[in-house]
Every structure is written in C-alpha cells, then in structure tokens.
C-alpha cells in the first residue's frame, strides 16, 4: 500500500498464534465503527484506481475500458474539484469518468 501512497496502521500483538490479540480486536471493531458510521462518500473528490485486468475496471466514476498489456498494472488517478480536473495516468488504453449526480 506504501506504494500507491496510502498508509496503513498495525495493530498487530505477538504470541497470539491464529487469532486476533483481545486489545488487536477491539481496536479493529472500534475503527470499523468510525468508519460506518461515517459512511462512504458516493462521489469522492479524488479515486485511485490500480488494476491488472478488465474484471475489476471501475473506482467510484472512474472506469478503465481498455488496457496495453493485461495482467500488468493499470493505473488511473483522478481527482475532481471545481471547474477542474486533474489527471495522473499509466499503461491504459481507454478509459471514462462516469458521473451520476443524481
């Protein structure tokens, strides 16, 4: 995930053989909570969309139609703003913003 940018956070307690340590599972639980009740943005300012292959094209309104090499990775970063987009994009041959504002 270090590489497409994002953080992550372990949680992760040694001597817990194949289970989640007690501490690990309620700090899980209470940030999955925050989560859901935050909810998801249905049309997020910016998406980044890593794929290798067709059967998983779409991020939000971002969708690759088509690409150079399969099974390699695809790339397509966009973030919207007002009155401008910008656009960061790799080894793709097609693709499509798809807005529904409904």
Known sequence: MAAEGLKTRT?????????????TLKELKS??????AKGRDPVPKEVRLTTYTLQYPRA??????????????????????PKRFWNHHHDKRRFTDAWSLD
């Open 11 to 23: 949680t992760d307690r040694a001597q817990t053989a194949h289970k989640y340590h007690p501490e």
């Open 60 to 81: 939000a309104w971002v969708e690759i139609e088509g690409l150079t090499h399969h099974w390699e990775r695809a790339r397509r970063s966009r973030n919207r703003r």
């Open 31 to 36: 940030r999955m909570d925050e989560l859901a």
